[in-house]
């Protein structure tokens, strides 16, 4: 321990919320290669949500369960349940599997870090959040970028992703919707984190389920499995970590030091998507997630 060093911190114990941190980052941004293994392997993204939100749950469910922490779902929480379900995973995460099959698995992940900005922009509207110029800036600058990548044609390898690139932005809008609307404030006091993330993805399951089966792209999962089957079987159970890591750092270090991980998955979910995928990039498109980074700093830029 240094002179410096407050009693009882070690450095082990200093270096956890760092570790966790980039573990999360790395989750994230290496769930866009799964996700984009399993679509492009055979897995309708339907039918991905379907699984992929059921197999996460029943795994939080147990962990939960190994915890002593005995799940109940009441019935006073399914309607929070029902909602953030429905939006942050049903509706958001459909667009998600659907997009991460047509664009390359850096830009997808660059999308994503729009949550913030968005958020931001919806809290401006409904007056939960005071203006703020250097925000205002992030939100401009980030757009800008967005608008480089899906406007000229020479951006993206294939023209026609530019669609896909639009349509891929309701996933984080949709999520900054449903954390807009079900804040903390709305949250039921009395769940713990496990609790309420497994019980919110088996809502979403109840989602998913039937719209699989009316669109007929509903699939079992076959055994052996298929590449593509392995790549969700192994994100639900990823997703599970995640989720747990999420609590731990934000019981740590709080919620602010989270949102940094949104920065770390742009880097990695780039990197792999370079590495596994052998993605090329214009000199447009790198400009254009350099903006968007920017954009997305500057909007937390209190953080």
């Known amino acids: 321990m240094t002179r410096n060093e407050p009693s009882g911190l070690t450095h082990s114990s200093a270096l956890l919320p760092l570790s966790l941190l980039f573990l999360i980052g790395a989750l994230w941004g290496g769930f866009f290669v799964l996700i984009k293994i399993a679509v492009t392997g055979g897995v309708e993204p339907v039918s991905y949500l379907f699984w992929f939100t059921l197999l996460s749950a029943i795994w939080l469910f147990g962990a939960a369960t190994l915890r002593g922490l005995r799940p109940r779902y009441s019935r006073m929480h399914w309607p929070y349940y029902l909602r953030l379900g429905l939006v942050r995973f049903t509706m958001a995460n459909m667009i998600l599997y659907t ?27 409904v007056r939960i959040e005071r203006f703020f110029w ?13 608008l480089l990548i899906v406007v000229p044609r020479s951006s993206l390898p294939d023209p026609s992703m530019a669609i896909w690139v639009m ?23 009395d769940v713990d984190s496990l ?12 989602f998913a389920l039937p719209l699989a089966i009316a669109l007929g792209k509903f699939q079992f999962l076959g055994w052996p499995p298929t590449r593509g089957e392995t790549a969700l079987i192994a994100h639900s159970l990823l ?18 030091y989270m949102t940094q991980a949104n920065f770390l998955s742009v880097g990695f ?22 903006l968007m980074l920017v954009g997305v700093a500057l909007v937390n830029w209190k953080r």
């Open 99 to 125: 997009v991460q099959g047509k664009v390359p698995v850096g830009i997808m992940a660059v999308i994503m870090s729009f949550v913030p900005i968005f958020t931001y922009s919806i809290s401006l509207i």
């Open 134 to 146: 250097m925000r205002m800036a992030g939100i401009i600058v980030g757009f800008t970028g967005a």
């Open 167 to 189: 349509l891929g932005f309701g996933a984080p809008l949709l999520h900054a919707i449903a954390y807009v609307t079900l804040s903390e404030k709305s949250r039921p006091a």
């Open 195 to 206: 609790t309420l993330s497994s019980g919110t993805l088996f809502a979403a399951a109840l």
């Open 239 to 256: 997703a599970a970590v995640n989720f747990y890591a999420i609590f731990e750092l934000i019981r740590i270090a709080g919620p602010t």
């Open 269 to 290: 979910g780039v990197v792999f998507g370079l590495l596994l995928f052998s993605e090329s990039h214009s000199a447009l498109v790198w400009i254009a997630i350099a």
